[in-house]
Nanobody, 121 residues
Framework: VQLQASGGGLVQAGGSLRLSCVAS????????MGWFRQAPGKEREFVAS??????TYADSVKGRFTISRDNVHKTVHLQMNSLKSEDTAVYYC?????????????????WGQGTQVTVSS
């Protein structure tokens, strides 16, 4: 599975961005898909994940971010609203086959290249 993330950019605090991740491979619908992020000097952290319509969110993004997937087009999206400066990071999409919307990075086998999100205050 190859993953290609896009949609990052520079936005003012309070604004919105929509990230997309396109996957290759035939069995996209069976994968749990996740978004993680890594800020400068910090460890990679979980943002959101989705499988079979079930979702998991980090507490820091609940109510502001929404993850969704389109199995026909093999795409997962992350709609980010009410962005804060602390959301600034490189965002990575990932795919795994654990069978649930896991928040653990070790449950993901494939990773995209990352897309930069910068929120100015």
């Amino acid at each position: 599975v190859q993953l290609q993330a896009s949609g990052g950019g520079l936005v003012q605090a309070g604004g919105s961005l929509r990230l997309s991740c396109v996957a290759s491979g035939r069995t996209f619908s069976t994968y749990n898909m996740g978004w993680f992020r890594q800020a400068p000097g910090k460890e990679r952290e979980f943002v959101a994940s989705i499988i079979w319509g079930g979702t998991t969110y980090a507490d820091s993004v609940k109510g502001r971010f929404t993850i969704s997937r389109d199995n026909v087009h093999k795409t997962v999206h992350l709609q980010m609203n009410s962005l804060k400066s602390e959301d600034t990071a490189v965002y990575y999409c990932a795919a795994g086959r654990t069978g649930w919307a896991s928040p653990l990075a070790t449950h993901y086998d494939y990773w995209g290249q990352g897309t930069q999100v910068t929120v100015s205050s």
